[in-house]
């Protein structure tokens, strides 16, 4: 089954504290890279989002940015937002809570940012306090562009993501190699769309 492109309002209400999407009427949306950084493809990202003078979020991997620290330093010179996204891409519904947010801790460490973004989305009520106390805001998404998913041709995963728009969104790629050639596509068509409609693409902030 290929999921929706938005994520349903029923499931955004039953998790009312996790931020799905940011309250404005204005044109302004929020990109957003998961599983990065890739010392490839983070930089081509960058580079198209500098093309178009826009703005994101990359939650990164703790692991990654202790594999790739230039290419995390490159994100934040550009003046992105970064966010954690745990250390090993933990599956929160199979990891008990300690371990969890001891995870989150050690990503934390490297990656300095209370915007966190769980893996797959799974994230159980006892973590989301947990991490809730220590300062974390919990990120969600609005659109799924389904980049990685191998159905979707990178033409109809722009077409999702260019459909899907709507002021206040959250956007969800990902910085990998999965979802590279789809993700790359999609990316360019939304911004020059967006851009087209008015749109303005800023990073997230903790606040
Ligand atoms: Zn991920």
Redesign the pocket.
Known sequence: MILPSTVPRIIQKLFPRRVWHIETDQKIAYLSF??GPHERITPMVLQLLKKHGALATFFC?GDRVNKHPECFDLIKQAGHAIGN?TYH?VNGWKTDPERYVEDVREAHALIGSTLFRP??GRLTSTQFQRLEQEGFKTIMWTILSGDYDRRLRPDQCAKRVVQALQPGAIILF?DSEKAEMNMMVALEKLLEEGISRGYVFKPLHNN
């Open positions: 998961d599983d991997i996204h891409h893996p797959y990902h």
